[in-house]
């Protein structure tokens, strides 16, 4: 029974990869569920056998991937160090991982995506759902971030962020201008992903100068 679990397991990441990849590649309305097990290397049975239909392996694909994938890069905000250090330090990750990580480009590629025309799937408003809820969360992120409120957060003198030191260098006034600047940055460099990586700034502090430079002046 336990080995019958971990195959079924096994089968449920293999179709989610492969219909990561498929979707970015092709586009959600254009993937047929025999192209996921195809790519998959499996029947479409077993793509029934885990999923309803296409719709649900979309909203499976985005609530699978959206933490796993992002997490290590929102992690570098989480890290000990002056506020400006830690927010070069994350715009330059995400630029690298749009570069070098396909699953995260992959990801990003999808989720950005705001065709939902009437060709889209019926129902594809859940994964649209989700894709808002995540995007929402990161403007949150930001936005606490920007404003100095992150508990156990400390500036380069090891000040709590909420003592006042930890809003050195932020815009005090209006985090959340920040912040939606921010996002809409990642955003952007997202979608000049999935067109082509190489249009993409500099993978270093002279590609992140102009957002960080709006947010932190």
Not at 105 to 112: D, G, M, P, S, V
Not at 160 to 175: I, K, L, Y
């Amino acid at each position: 029974m336990r080995r019958t679990a971990e195959e079924a397991a096994q089968t449920k990441a293999a179709l989610l990869e492969a219909a990561l990849f498929q979707f970015a590649e092709h586009g959600v309305a254009a993937t047929k569920l025999a192209d996921v097990a195809q790519r998959a290397g499996l029947t479409r049975g077993a793509v029934y056998h885990h999923f309803t239909d296409k719709t649900a392996l979309y909203a499976a694909v985005i609530a699978n991937s959206w933490d796993s994938v992002t997490a290590p890069v929102w992690a570098v905000l989480d890290s000990d160090g002056p506020v400006e250090d830690r927010l070069r330090e994350f715009l330059v990750a995400w630029l690298r991982r749009l570069r070098e990580d396909r699953h995260f480009r992959a990801l990003l590629t999808i989720t950005l995506n705001a065709s939902y025309g009437p060709d889209q799937p019926e129902g594809i408003s859940d994964g649209r759902a989700s894709k808002s809820y995540g995007l929402a969360d990161w403007l949150q992120r930001l936005e606490t971030f920007l404003a100095g409120k992150r508990d156990g957060a400390a500036d380069g003198n090891g000040a709590g962020a909420g003592a006042g030191a930890g809003q050195r260098g932020t815009h005090a006034d209006d985090p959340s201008g920040a912040a939606a600047g921010i996002l809409a940055w990642l955003c952007g460099t997202a979608l000049l992903a999935a067109t082509d990586p190489d249009l993409l700034p500099p993978s270093d502090a002279s590609g992140v100068a102009l957002p960080l430079r709006g947010a932190l002046p």
